[in-house]
């Protein structure tokens, strides 16, 4: 089946090329064939033109199929290292993988390694099923070469959805978690996710037994992972496994994007006492955990997720659009149906902006507030040292753009001050009944229920705030927050010790949790930086207010000054594509810093930035020095760091603190009490 | 994947023939296009002979490769677009299914164990050959790399042949998880049906579990090598001395300790139920021993460990006591699907470059590894008789079949008359002689045979050496000294005769006269038949001792039997002290399988040749079990029935000294029924060694009690072979 698919993309190219080769005999033979085709016309007349087409047809699939077969065969015949030759012819002598370079220097497998993949680029499959399914056992839904997705498309999306009340497995599907380094190596063939960490390790001697991947259930909100799969049980299980097979070698974690929040909530739940926690006791984390090593996470989370659950547009939460283009194409309801299936993910609210106004800024202000984006970029590759020459008075020239205002509805909205701006409160519109809408019930969102009077209230409160804005999911989705706020919190802790954080939902929530006792544990944040990243959005009514969302990025709204960070609706900030640097480095620059309140024990921070420099050519695939959101994972920088910690290195030994964006200046101006 | 590849092929080939067979061809087709093609070279001969010529060739060529092509894409396309079912085949409902509406849901969690060469390996670290492969399957899975690049293979598919662990700078691990065993070869299942039906009440990730472990080593090693020496003179742990790092294996049984662990805990404290198949079976039973036994040899869970995570434990084609085909496995590769390499991979053995030494090379792989030698006949002539009387003697072939096709268990009383009157009438088989040379021989009462050489019956290397031929001796202790210095590396080998191929198998060693000498001695027992093995694989042998053992103990409370190398054997070690688990011994029967072989000296003198096989010329009359020099007894077409049900009918039956807890054992046999149409594929009712795992009845025993039920509650024994009878004749002290 996979050579079919294979093979018909690969037909017209194969065509093309074969043109290209035989383009004289082409000609020949074109006449050649007219000239046959009138002799057959003069012997036989009446079964002739028939069968000239039919025979003219299998001599153009013949030749494909032989010139297919030719290249199949010389690709085959080719020895494994002439990609890399080529490679190497062009770009000069690459880098050895940091794997061998590091076996040279002598370092071996020391501590177990435990991986924690995040949101969408683990594989599920399925377990049982509805009818539509059949077949599938076992299959995988989600990850590989999701072939599923365009035979079947409902079917997939009824599948991957959860029950909408209790955000576990609707009666009768059951889909789970691939199990095993397979679950997230590759995210689809070819398109590596952990594979390259993994190649590189096992050439240090780490092998099965010491590398453990901790897949879990992506969609589920966290506890419900242990109440459904009792994944974070058999985490707990395999590290302390790992822990006393290797001679009481500390666990080193790696977790990445969204397995960040759900590793911070892991170390709370091992610690908590049983009903609700694991019952580690309270130097489970001392005792197991030599580093967290989180790559690329979302600690306050992303402003992507907003437009993600508001309007599914977000470019890559929703996954599911940008690889299925055809499910996008051959209906007008698709993006209701991924809304629809991605508004029942718990997790996708985790993601949430963490923090409210304090972090992300109000109406005036934000942390990031004068930053240009081509100023930075050349910063980055020139002197790598912040230059410290203010720029206020290049910001008094340029626009200033007022990234605290997460969502605003018009683009003049977004750059008025404060004080021009008319807002309604939306909190107390009445939903109307729209009557319209009830030719497109199959599908269902939310903006169903609102009517025309809900979505013109949301529009004329303008702006929204980090914290005005989960009042606007509240109020526009009202089901996905009740089931959301059960699990998560956004909030700022005041006071740590209030009982009330002893409750599972706080746990994922940097602001509103203590880090475990564990002083000796160190914790590195790593990520890219220099890639524009979303951070506000422009919105717009959707013209066709029939069965589509009512809501949609204005990608009208740019700027036309080239220093501008707002391009097509969305005002972008210096990050990893995905997470914004103040997410991802400031609890490590500051929060986490020393002794806090967050951190009473004073575990180490560290802050690994890694500039993004994009490949040479098309020959690197996706860079060796990439610093995208997933691509990172590639890296030659970050990855040697983390063989030098999994072999027994400190923070200290790595060079403590390699920062290239302004993260502590803007953590500075965050007024958080530590 | 492989039907694409071998339609490609075909047309690859097609072109060529093409040429010749032009005019036929076209008359194959329809007629019309004949006569087009004709008027159509014609013309074109006509015009321009030469040039015409050649290019109308080549334009029919790609026609017919054409109307291949879009006949084959029409055809997967019709394929894809059928529906699941047939209307007109109606498949019988899936036990999974018709267990699911009587009410049953997963109870106990499952943890399955599986056997020898089912279980999928990966390349973790190899050599320059192997280069792309890493985290590939070489084992499992499609076997293309096998095709590709054979030697490569071989040489990372075999262990070091000292140590019986990684050669340096190769490391290959089993696959974990159930992906590991659920199916051999794209559409070859194994545990796929189990575990679909199992899926069907409930199960899941988190309460199934797929012990796979690395089935080429010793189960000791699996662990780790840190038994510690066995014996001071132990060949393996002084060379390790030398390399510490290889000592860590993958810890695997910790691992299924701390998966069971898991699971009892994360499933509401219910116990597991064990589902261990073929080689599994005896891995499972070491583990018992190992984690009930103290640290730094076992896992220290403690003595109630196994009563208090354990509920069952479902032996499926158990080898409890090995299997004789491992013997002619060792012996001369020879046996039938034990070596699948060999039954797999046909083109391995018949290209061009490896023709002459291809079963030579599989022969050096499979002695290196330890567990084959774990399937050898346990428990000698008591158990699998002696020279003059074996346990099954008078089992006929042909009557037993009838038997089984005719009679239900109900009147057995009769029909076990008969047999008795059969075999008064014919000569008996000697299955007792597992091994002998010449079909006469075998026939020839015990007297009349020349006594077995007895000095082989020491282990002493030196005995060994002076039995080899003189002038071989010189060279025979020079690269005893050499490999104590090198370590055993193997461009040694290249000195040790004039023909130092790269193929090494210890025959090399020896000279024709011993060879004559061994067929000399004529039959070989179980117990003698290890003897032999030790004189002809001297090396493999004596690792081999160190991790296993063959005997039947006398005294179980002797402090010897604590040592790891008696765990697998169940005549030398006590089950653990749980008397609420039960055990299963669940197999096919009604399949004739390999007991004893006739061998005769290999004709071929080639210095690089195993100078033994199998004589299948010998056939007996029509009623005898001899079969192409095999004698053949009921079983499941791998393990003879005494040896998968003996313990479970006599050995563990009730309170014995092998079973001081009296643990309930049941025996459970399933008739096998070929598949009655193609559409079947493997048939549901199968008896065979591995496709019993697509027997509906047993499967439906094993989602029974996975759902809670007891042995009794299944229908306690089930039995339509003579287990009862011939296990009644073996005289083993309880």
């Not at chain 1, 990243?533 to 949609?552: G, H, V």
């Not at chain 1, 914004?580 to 480095?585: F, H, Q, R, W």
């Not at chain 2, 010529?53 to 092509?69: D, L, T």
């Not at chain 2, 002689?433 to 009349?448: A, H, M, N």
Request: charged share 25%; aromatic share 10%; net charge neutral.
């Amino acid at each position: 089946m996979a050579s079919i698919r294979r093979r018909k993309p690969i037909e017209p190219s194969s065509t093309s090329v074969q043109k290209e080769d035989e383009d004289e005999d082409e000609e020949e033979e074109v006449e050649e064939d007219h000239s046959k085709n009138k002799h057959r016309k003069k012997s036989d007349k009446k079964s002739k033109p028939k069968w000239s087409c039919v025979d003219n047809c299998c001599w153009i699939v013949g030749y494909i199929c032989v010139t297919w077969w030719t290249l199949l065969f010389l690709y085959n015949v080719m020895p494994a290292s002439l990609p890399l030759y080529v490679t190497e012819a062009i770009t000069g002598p690459l880098p050895d993988p940091p794997g061998v370079k590091l076996r040279k220097e002598g370092l071996k497998a020391k501590h177990p390694v435990v991986f924690v993949p995040g949101i969408v680029t683990a594989g599920l499959e399925l377990w049982e099923g509805h009818q539509c399914a059949d077949g599938l056992f076992r299959k995988r839904l989600w990850g590989g070469t999701f072939g599923e997705v365009y035979k079947r498309p409902l079917c997939w999306v009824e599948h991957m959805s959860l029950d909408n009340e209790t955000g576990l497995d609707p009666p009768g599907i059951r889909v789970r978690p691939v199990c095993g380094l397979v679950a997230a190596d590759y995210f689809a063939p070819g398109y590596f996710v952990w594979a390259v960490l993994i190649a590189n390790l096992a050439h240090i001697g780490y092998e099965e037994k010491t590398m453990y991947m901790a897949s879990y259930d992506w969609r589920l909100s966290f506890q419900n992972t242990e109440v459904r799969d009792q994944t974070l049980s058999r985490i707990k299980s395999n590290i302390e496994l790992m822990v006393e097979a290797n001679g009481g070698n500390k666990a080193v974690i790696i977790p990445h994007s969204m397995g960040v929040l759900y590793f911070l909530h892991f170390m709370k739940w091992v610690e908590a006492p049983t009903p609700m926690g694991g019952g580690g006791g309270p130097d489970w984390c001392a005792k197991h955990i030599k580093a967290v090593m989180n790559i690329g996470g979302p600690f306050l989370g992303v402003p992507k997720a907003v437009a993600g659950l508001f309007s599914a547009e977000a470019k890559d939460i929703a996954v599911a659009r940008a690889i299925a283009p055809g499910v996008l194409n051959n209906g007008f309801q698709t993006l209701q149906h991924i809304m629809r299936m991605s508004r029942t993910w718990d997790s996708t609210m985790s993601m949430i902006p963490k923090g409210g106004d304090t972090i992300w800024g109000d109406l005036d202000w934000s942390p990031e507030e004068g930053y240009t984006p081509m100023k930075s970029k050349q910063r980055n590759t020139d002197t790598q040292k912040a230059s410290q020459d203010d720029p206020e008075t290049e910001i008094s020239q340029t626009k200033r753009a007022n990234y605290g205002r997460i969502i605003s509805f018009g683009k003049d909205v977004a750059e008025a001050l404060s004080s021009d701006i008319e807002r309604i409160d939306f909190r107390d519109a009445v939903k109307g009944q729209s009557v319209a809408n009830n030719t497109c019930r199959d599908v269902w969102t939310e903006y169903h229920d609102m009517g025309f009077g809900g979505i013109k209230a949301v529009a004329e409160y303008k702006v929204y705030t980090a914290e005005s804005m989960i009042d606007l999911l509240r109020f526009v989705a009202p089901k996905m927050m009740e089931r959301g706020s059960a699990h998560f919190s956004y909030g700022i802790a005041d006071y740590l010790d209030d009982p009330k954080y002893q409750h599972y939902k706080y746990w994922s929530n940097p602001l509103e949790t203590k880090l475990p006792n564990a002083p000796e544990m160190e914790i590195f944040s790593l990520y890219g930086v220099g890639v524009p990243t979303e951070r506000a959005y422009i919105y717009k009514l959707s013209p066709s207010a029939e069965c589509t969302i009512p809501f949609q990025i204005d990608t009208s709204a740019d700027e036309h000054d080239e220093d501008s960070c707002l391009k097509g609706g969305v005002y972008s900030v210096d990050g990893d594509e995905t997470v914004p640097v103040l997410s991802s480095g400031f609890m490590c620059a500051k929060g986490w810093r020393g002794k806090t309140r967050f951190n009473p024990s004073g575990s180490r921070t560290y802050i690994r930035e890694y500039a993004h420099s994009p490949p040479a050519n098309f020959l690197e695939g996706r860079g060796t020095q990439s610093g995208a959101h997933v691509d990172i994972m590639g890296n030659f920088a970050l990855i040697e760091d983390v063989m030098r910690v999994a072999a027994g290195a400190t923070g200290e030994e790595l060079g403590g603190d390699q920062v290239y964006s302004d993260i502590f200046k803007w953590s500075e101006k965050i007024n958080l009490q530590l | 994947m492989a039907s694409i590849l071998r339609f490609r092929k075909q047309c690859y080939v097609e072109p060529v023939k093409f040429q010749f067979f032009q005019p036929q061809t076209f008359d194959k087709k329809e007629e019309t296009v004949a006569t087009e093609a004709k008027t159509a070279l014609e013309n074109n001969e006509k015009r321009n002979k030469r040039q015409q010529k050649e290019r109308s060739c080549v334009n029919s060529c790609c026609c017919v490769i054409g109307y291949m092509c879009t006949t084959w894409w029409l055809l997967l396309v019709l394929f894809n677009c059928l529906p699941a079912a047939f209307p007109g085949f109606q498949v019988p409902e899936s036990p999974g299914t018709r267990l699911k509406r009587e009410g049953l849901t997963a109870l106990h969690p499952v943890v399955l164990v599986p056997g020898i060469v089912t279980g999928g390996l990966e390349l973790w670290e190899g050599k320059p050959c192997a280069e792309g492969l890493f985290r590939k399957r070489l084992w499992g899975g499609s076997f293309t790399e096998i095709l590709k690049r054979p030697l490569c293979l071989l040489e990372h598919l075999a262990l070091h042949n000292e140590t019986g662990l990684d050669p340096p700078g190769i490391r290959l691990r089993a696959v974990p998880g159930l992906v590991a065993a659920d199916y051999f070869a794209p559409g070859y299942f194994v545990w796929a049906v189990l575990i679909e039906n199992l899926a069907k009440i409930g199960y899941e990730g988190k309460n199934m579990h797929m012990a796979a472990y690395d089935w080429r080593l010793s189960f000791q090693n699996t662990e780790n090598h840190s038994g510690g020496p066995q014996s001071p003179n132990d060949v393996s742990v002084s060379l390790l001395a030398h390399v510490p790092e290889i000592l860590i294996r993958d810890q695997t049984l910790s691992r299924l300790k701390s998966q069971i662990e898991l699971m009892y805990v994360t499933n509401g404290y219910k116990k597991v139920v064990v589902v261990p198949h073929s080689m599994g079976v005896i891995y499972f039973l070491h583990f018992l021993k190992w984690v009930e036994t103290p640290p730094p040899m076992g896992g220290g869970g403690g003595p109630g460990w196994c009563a208090k995570h354990i509920k069952a434990i479902m032996n499926i084609g158990p080898v409890f006591l090995g299997v004789p085909k491992a013997v002619s496995n060792l012996f001369s590769a020879e046996a039938k699907d034990m070596a699948s390499i060999r039954a797999m991979d046909p083109g391995l053995l018949d290209s061009e470059i490896l023709r002459l030494q291809a079963l030579e090379h599989v022969m050096r792989v499979t002695r290196t590894w330890d567990s084959i030698a774990s399937l050898l006949p346990k428990g000698g002539e008591t158990v699998w008789g002696n020279l003059d009387w074996s346990p099954e003697e008078g089992y006929a072939c042909d009557l037993s079949k009838k038997r089984y096709l005719q009679a239900s268990a109900g009147d057995k009383d009769t029909n076990g008359s008969d047999v008795k009157m059969g075999f008064h009438v014919k000569d008996s088989n000697k299955y007792g002689r597992i091994i002998s040379f010449g079909k006469e021989t075998l026939q020839l009462p015990s007297s009349q045979l020349p006594s077995v050489d007895t000095k082989w019956k020491s282990s002493d290397p030196l005995n060994l050496i002076l039995e080899k031929c003189s002038f071989h001796l010189h060279k025979w202790v020079l690269i005893k000294i050499l490999q104590q210095e090198f370590l055993g590396t193997r461009t040694i080998k290249n000195t040790n005769s004039s023909c130092g191929g790269e193929v090494w198998t210890e025959y090399d060693e020896m000279c024709r006269e011993t060879i004559r000498k061994i067929a000399e001695n004529k039959p070989y027992t179980a117990r003698t038949a290890l003897d032999l093995l030790r004189f002809v694989a001297p090396k493999m042998m004596q690792r081999v001792d160190s991790h296993l053992s063959y005997g039947i103990a006398d005294n179980l409370d002797d402090p010897k039997y604590t040592r790891y190398k008696y765990w697998s054997n169940p005549l030398e070690t006590k089950l653990p002290d749980a008397p609420d688990i039960e055990i299963y011994c669940s197999y096919g029967v009604g399949i004739p399988t390999e007991r004893s072989y006739v061998y005769k000296l290999s004709p071929n003198d080639r210095c690089k040749s195993i100078p033994f096989r199998i004589d299948s010329s010998v056939d007996g009359d029509k009623d005898s079990c001899l079969r192409g020099g095999v004698y053949l007894a009921d079983g499941d077409e791998t393990v003879p029935v005494i040896s998968a049900g003996f313990m479970c009918a006599k050995g563990w039956r009730g309170r014995t000294r092998f079973n001081p807890s009296g643990i309930a054992t049941h025996i459970r046999e399933y008739r096998h029924k070929p598949p009655a149409s193609l559409l079947e594929g493997r048939g549901l009712e199968s008896g065979a060694h591995v496709d019993i795992m697509g027997n509906f009845a047993l499967i439906e025993d094993v989602l029974r009690v996975a759902a809670g039920a007891t042995g009794t509650e299944i229908g306690g024994d089930r039995v339509y072979s003579d287990i009862f009878r011939m296990s009644d004749r073996i005289n083993l002290r309880l």
